[in-house]
């Protein structure tokens, strides 16, 4: 969590950013469930015809399926968190590995800096301060990403009066 500060601040924006997945838990296991079952049908279709080898390459597959499925859960845990006050903003970035890194920046001074693409929209959202780029939000889609930059631009004007 954010460092908190003894003298309570009024708190302009705080925002939580995580990855989206689409496939909840119970849905992963429907899928594996449908592919495993499939695969074990299939494969003793195949086992019967006398093509053993088959068998043991349609048990790899779902295994590599649920591997990849799991190294994509395991990359959703990691999330930013922004937090404006009218004295400070604090930014913090967890790795999926519980890595945090967290930056104390003045509103003041920070400036925000976004990118758009007609196609696409905001492609990057950025905070920079004393020529140090902050890129946030890497992980949203575009149009979370024109949301995010339109709520931080609000706050900071709110911020540097």
């Known amino acids: 969590m954010i460092a908190s500060n003894p003298i309570p601040e009024k708190t302009l924006l705080f925002e939580r950013l995580s990855p989206h997945r689409s496939l909840s838990p119970k849905g992963f296991a429907i899928v594996m469930g449908i592919l495993g079952g499939a695969s074990i049908i299939l494969g003793i279709a195949f086992l019967m015809m006398g093509a053993w080898p088959i068998f043991g390459f349609l048990g790899l597959d779902v295994f590599l399926v649920w591997l990849a499925f799991r190294s994509n859960y395991r990359a959703a845990r990691a999330f930013e968190e922004i937090l404006v006050t009218p004295v400070r903003l604090v930014w913090r970035r967890v ?3 519980g890595e945090a890194r967290e930056d104390t920046m003045n509103p003041r001074w920070v400036r925000l800096e976004t990118t758009s ?5 905001t492609t990057r959202v950025a905070l920079t301060e004393r020529r140090i780029t902050r890129v946030i939000g890497t992980f949203l889609p575009p149009r979370h990403k ?3 930059a339109k709520s931080l631009a609000a706050a900071l004007a709110t911020a540097k009066r």
């Open 95 to 97: 790795s999926a590995r």
């Open 117 to 121: 693409d007609e196609l696409s929209g």
């Open 146 to 148: 024109e949301k995010l």
